[in-house]
């Protein structure tokens, strides 16, 4: 078990990373908490495959635990069914000192975050991911949101988790595309920091068939370090941690052109990270040696992503309303070189319009375009 520790200025957590832990580190952690009642948010396919799973981690603490069961997908993360936890929530007497395990993938824990953020305004919440994209990305941070038809995770708060335990047993249920999706966030930040989990992601490349626990720990661990000690100095993206947007700008366009429905968002930003390394390229800030270093190697990963016909006033209109973008322009992420990352600030849509029209000429693989 790998253990990391998140130190925000007046807040800290733990991080736990391993196999056949949560049993023991899970009780423990509630234990911290004067609480008489658990909520465990979690959503029908993860209920069907481990019914009941945390109660019975719980079982020997006596606590009340009640469970509710939410839709399962990245089209039901929106206010209607955040609704449904405020619901269950007053339904059940939760209050103040009520505590909250979000128990699922970045969809659950999004949504379980956001609604501890605000029901009583703010009681405590934990994580226990069960996707590879989750362990990564979405569990770790604070970011919390729900999706608009206009945009992804535009309405949403910042809140820190109490504490995340990362137990890896549950990635032996993911289908080998939710792996992938997964693997995307640990390739990002080995392109925008760290050019050595980089170089050992790709000779590791294997492990999304041979789930080597093993390496899957010491990526994921290099991994949520990066993200963590990004987040220690910027907590609300006042600079720094827009930097993890990298692969964003284009990622966050095509969830929300497709409606959140055909791609997973590790594939999205799969395509985006493509686009982003191509536009630093194209720009004249990447050498050509790390641009088909990072090409070669995202080629073999993303998915086509085919776009419905689009033009340049529904791109303009969607690229706009990310929670990125600044009124008329957009902090695009880019790189100088493996690990070496900036912000482009105040790019315009125009630009990365001709830029994506250069794209998907010369990458087809990444993304096409209906006529």
């Known amino acids: 078990m790998k253990t990391l520790e998140v130190q925000i200025p007046g807040y800290e957590y733990i991080i736990h ?4 832990i949560l049993d023991e580190q899970l009780p423990l952690a509630i234990q911290r908490f004067g609480t008489e009642l658990i909520v465990v948010v979690t959503n029908t396919t993860i209920h069907a495959l ?3 799973h945390i109660e019975k981690c719980l079982e020997s603490t006596g606590l009340q635990l009640e469970t509710c069961i939410l839709p399962d997908g990245e089209q039901y993360k929106n206010l209607e069914t955040l609704n449904q936890i405020y619901d269950f929530l007053l339904q059940k007497g939760a209050n103040r000192k009520t505590l909250i395990i979000a128990f699922g993938g970045g969809v659950i824990g999004d949504m379980t975050g956001f609604a501890a953020a605000t029901f009583m305004r703010g009681i405590p919440y934990l994580q226990v991911p069960t996707t590879l994209l989750a362990d990564v990305d979405s569990s770790i941070g604070g970011k919390t949101a729900v999706n608009h038809l206009l945009g992804k995770n535009t309405i949403g708060a910042f809140k820190q988790p109490v504490y995340v335990c990362m137990e890896l047993n549950f990635l032996k249920t993911l289908a080998k595309r939710e792996l992938v999706a997964g ?10 920091y760290d050019a050595k ?18 390496i899957l720990e010491e990526a994921i661990h290099a991994s949520c370090r990066i993200k963590a000690n990004v987040v220690e100095q910027d907590e609300k993206e006042q600079g720094l941690r827009a930097t993890l947007n990298f692969g964003h700008t284009l990622g966050h366009f095509i969830e929300t052109h497709t409606n959140y429905t055909s791609y997973l968002h590790g594939e999205a930003v799969g395509a985006g990270m493509a686009f982003a390394t191509f536009a630093s390229y194209e720009l004249g800030f990447l050498s050509e040696t790390a641009y088909q270093d990072i090409i070669s190697f995202l080629e073999t990963l993303v998915p086509a992503i085919q776009l419905a016909p689009l033009d340049y006033s529904l791109f303009k209109e969607l690229i706009l309303h990310d929670k990125k973008a600044n009124q008329q322009s957009v902090h695009f ?14 790019t315009s849509p125009e630009l990365i319009w001709e830029l994506f029209q250069k794209f998907i000429e010369k990458h087809p693989w990444a993304c096409q375009m209906a006529t």
């Open 333 to 346: 992420i880019l790189i100088k070189d493996i690990g070496q990352c900036f912000i482009h600030k105040n």
């Open 17 to 20: 990373i391993g196999t056949q």
């Open 183 to 192: 693997f995307f966030e640990l390739v990002k930040h080995g392109i925008i």
């Open 197 to 214: 989990l980089f170089k050992f992601l790709k000779e590791h490349q294997e492990v999304l068939e041979t789930l080597d626990f093993a």
């Open 50 to 52: 481990y019914p009941f």
